[in-house]
Every structure is written in C-alpha cells, then in structure tokens.
C-alpha cells in the first residue's frame, strides 16, 4: 500500500531533549516536506527537500534540523526541544519537486508534547 | 503578505444539509488551489483546481474556482455523519526554486444524526 509512515504517532518529552521524528514513504517520491499543525495558524512548512540531499527552509525552520540521504526517508530533528515546539507535526511527499503537479500525501501526524 | 482565509470557521449541520465552505485567498503567483480532508490523522486530497470556472465534481462534493475573485468553494450535498472533519483549503504559489503551499486554517464540520 502506498504511503507515508511517521513514527512515533505521540511523543511526550521534557526541555532540551534531542529527539527524532521518522518519516518513510514507499512512493518513489522526490518531494517530501515537514509540516505542522497549531489551532488557528493551520498548516505551516518547516523544511522541504526536492531530492536526495537537497533541503532547503520553510516558513518556521527554527529549531529544526533535518536530512535526506535516502530518496524514502526524511527525519525530522529537534536538538533542543522547548515547549513552543509542541505542536501536531506531519510529514508529506509528492512525485515530483513541484507540487502543484501532483498533490502532497500526508503521514498521519506526529503529536508532540515538550514540557 | 500572502494568505488563505477559510470561512466559517465551524459548521454544524444535521444529515442531508447542503453545507458550502469557503476559501479566498492572496497569493503573488498562484498555480493552483486545493482541498483536502482531515478526519482524526492525515489530510486526504480532494481536489485540485488550477482553471477559473471548471467545476471538479466527486460524488457528493464538489468544488469550483474564481480566479478574477480570487476564492474558492467546496460544496458537500446530502451531507453524512462522515462527511465530519476539517476541510483545508491550501494554495500552491509560485515560489522562487520550488512552488509552496499555503494553508488555510480550515473549517471543521461536524454533521449529527
């Protein structure tokens, strides 16, 4: 079946914690993105990437890191996690770098709690 | 600044209502407009509308562009209990090395027995 796979679906952490958010898709997508998701702002990018090795910042990249250094996987990093960074995060993808060519598929989100 | 605006925020109707939902939207170089679902996880494609006036149907739902007016409405006919979720609307811009797309807030409707 295809789809995106993020893992861990909820994750309770504490202030400074490094921690990491997998994300795999078995489409052969070039396109994957980092999102997430806060009542009453919506959907905001944090980091995209249009291939292997290729990422560039979104909207809200601060205290993001990621990589892609295989075309499936696109792990999203906190280093220092703090409460500001809870959120829903989701991660996505597409066949090709412009998304207006074909439309994004969605893991089903990442619940994230820094206390 | 760009930006996508859902209206209303929230809808509660009963079984067979019609219910539109709206979508507008500022963006500096649009490409096109589309509609996803959102039940308890990850946000389902809808549709995808890139030309002004052609209506994109899927049983129930449908959905048609203005691009002089600059929004978008997403009709759902003889509305079902799973019809409840959050509908985003998101707008897919020309950006500089790549397209990006800008969410709206969504509309979350809760349709009851």
């Known amino acids: 079946e295809a789809q995106v796979t993020q893992n861990p679906r909820y994750l309770i952490t504490v202030t400074g914690k490094k921690l990491t958010v997998t994300c795999s898709q078995n489409?052969?997508?070039?396109?994957m993105s980092w999102y997430r998701q806060d009542p009453g702002l919506g959907l905001r990018q944090i980091y995209y990437s249009m291939n292997v090795e290729v990422t560039d910042k979104g909207d809200v990249p601060e205290g993001y890191k990621v990589s892609r250094k295989e075309k499936r996987n696109f792990p999203l990093i906190l280093e220092s996690p703090s409460p500001n960074q809870t959120s829903l995060y989701f991660c996505?993808?597409?066949?090709?770098?412009?998304?207006?060519?074909?439309?994004?598929?969605f893991g089903n989100g990442t619940r994230l709690t820094v206390t | 600044e760009d930006k996508v605006v859902q209206s209303p925020l929230s809808l509660v109707v009963h079984e067979g209502d019609t219910v539109t939902l709206n979508c507008s939207y500022e963006v500096t170089n649009f490409r096109s407009l589309l509609w996803y679902k959102q039940e308890k996880k990850a946000p389902t494609f809808l549709f995808m509308l890139t030309s002004s006036g052609i209506e994109k149907k899927s049983g129930r739902l449908s959905s048609i562009l203005d691009k002089k007016e600059l929004f978008s409405i997403l009709n759902i006919t003889a509305t079902q209990t799973g019809d409840s979720a959050i509908y985003l609307c998101?707008?897919?811009?020309?950006?500089?090395?790549?397209?990006?797309?800008?969410f709206g807030t969504g509309t979350r409707l809760q349709v009851f027995p």
């Open positions: 998101a707008v897919e811009e020309d950006a500089y090395n790549t397209d990006k797309l800008i």
């Open positions: 996505a993808s597409s066949s090709t770098y412009m998304p207006y060519n074909s439309p994004l598929h």
């Open positions: 489409m052969n997508h070039e396109y």
